[in-house]
Every structure is written in structure tokens, then in C-alpha cells.
T-cell receptor, first 117, second 110 residues
Framework: GAVVSQHPSWVICKSGTSVKIECRSL??????MFWYRQFPKQSLMLMAT?????????EQGVEKDKFLINHASLTLSTLTVTSAHPEDSSFYIC?????????????FGPGTRLLVL | QQPVQSPQAVILREGEDAVINCSSS?????VHWYRQKHGEAPVFLMI?????EQKGHDKISASFNEKKQQSSLYLTASQLSYSGTYFC???????????FGQGTRLTINP
């Protein structure tokens, strides 16, 4: 149980293009999903908290117009990196907190590696 | 407020024990432990709640000292599969957010 999928797992794109990453909770409903960014050998940095049916809450320093988050249903959240640039290259990981879950436990997706050329 | 993990890295031989610590400057509501293997997403190991408790499964266990705002993860008779980076995540009392420590890289050699 508690499986989270992410798609795509790898993206290579040209500078200036937009990239959409999907995060799905496969066997549970998640009112809240999270988007993290991780650079090599570093910790997980929370970018934003996504709540179903409402606007995402972004962490300080994260541009909301650049990283668009949509949480359209209880099982799907999307992150769109708009006008991507090489500095946006990173490992993006989503996590989902079960609606009927235990004490804010988060289950992570497999991650998406983004390379912007 | 990011929790502090120690040590930053550990190298062991298979069968040896390891302890990874996680401490916070704020009163904690819960501590979560995850393991991440290279190139993969973190995998949930266990959660400990305020009130102080210990948990474990197989040869991996953890304790939470609420008064000291610390948690420790214990890996006994380590196996090669235990290699990876261990993250603690903490939820501060009154807060909603899970904040991760900087990670502890564990390497198990044959």
C-alpha cells in the first residue's frame, strides 16, 4: 500500500520550454501533496505544499509563477516548470500525505530528473 | 528549523552496528525516518510521536526522547542493503510542516 507514482522519470528539454511533472497516489487519497527539489548529495528542500481544490503554498524563495502547481483531484498533483533554464536542472520529488493517514506521514514518488540544456 | 543529524557519514563492515542521531532546537511533535538509495526517492521507515517512544522492525529501531528533542535510529547487524542516506524529518509542535535533516550517508562494506 501507499504507492506514489511520478511521471516522467526523466526529462531533457531545451532552455525556455515548459515541463509538466505528474504525481499520483495510486492506492490512497491525498488531500495534501508536497513538491521537493533535491540537488546531488543534499537534503530534500520543500518547494511547495499542494492542497486539493485550493492554491498551493510556496516556500520562501520559490517563484510561484515559475513553478505552477495544480492539485486537481485527491490523487493527482502536477508541477509545471515554466520557461525552464539550466539552473532548474535537478531531481524533483513529490510526496503524498494520505487523507486518512497517520500523523503526517509522507510517501514519496520515485522522482523526476530534469535536465535543461 | 532544520533538524541536525549526526554523524554526516558512516562507513561500516557488514554485521556492525550504527546509530544515527537527529536533534532539534524546537519542541517536537513527531520524528519521521526515511532511507534514500542513490538515484531513488526516500522510503518511509517509521514515525515516532511525542510522549517518547521506541519502535522497530527487523534490525532497525528508533527512539524518541521528547525532553531532549532528539531521536536516534539504531541499525544492528547491518546488511549491505542498509546502505543509503538516512534522513530524519521533524514536525515541530504547533506546526504543520515536515522538515528534513541534512542526511547521514551510511556505507556498508562486505
Amino acid at each position: 500500500g501507499a504507492v506514489v507514482s511520478q511521471h516522467p522519470s526523466w526529462v531533457i528539454c531545451k532552455s525556455g520550454t515548459s515541463v509538466k511533472i505528474e504525481c499520483r497516489s495510486l492506492d490512497f487519497q491525498a488531500t495534501t501533496m508536497f513538491w521537493y527539489r533535491q540537488f546531488p548529495k543534499q537534503s530534500l528542500m520543500l518547494m511547495a505544499t499542494s492542497n486539493e481544490g485550493s492554491k498551493a503554498t510556496y516556500e520562501q524563495g520559490v517563484e510561484k509563477d515559475k513553478f505552477l502547481i495544480n492539485h486537481a483531484s485527491l490523487t493527482l498533483s502536477t508541477l509545471t516548470v515554466t520557461s525552464a533554464h539550466p539552473e532548474d536542472s535537478s531531481f524533483y520529488i513529490c510526496s503524498a500525505e494520505p487523507t486518512k493517514g497517520f500523523e503526517k506521514t509522507q510517501y514519496f514518488g520515485p522522482g523526476t530528473r530534469l535536465l535543461v540544456l | 528549523q532544520q533538524p541536525v543529524q549526526s554523524p554526516q557519514a558512516v562507513i561500516l563492515r557488514e554485521g556492525e552496528d550504527a546509530v544515527i542521531n537527529c536533534s532539534s532546537s524546537k519542541a517536537l511533535y513527531s520524528v519521521h525516518w526515511y532511507r534514500q538509495k542513490h538515484g531513488e526517492a526516500p522510503v518511509f521507515l517509521m514515525i515516532l510521536l511525542k510522549g517518547g517512544e521506541q519502535k522497530g522492525h527487523d534490525k532497525i529501531s528508533a527512539s524518541f526522547n521528547e525532553k531532549k528533542q532528539q531521536s536516534s535510529l539504531y541499525l544492528t547487524a547491518s546488511q549491505l542493503s542498509y546502505s543509503g542516506t538516512y534522513f530524519c524529518g521533524t514536525v515541530i509542535q504547533g506546526a504543520q510542516k515536515l522538515v528534513f535533516g541534512q542526511g547521514t550517508r551510511l556505507t556498508i562494506n562486505p
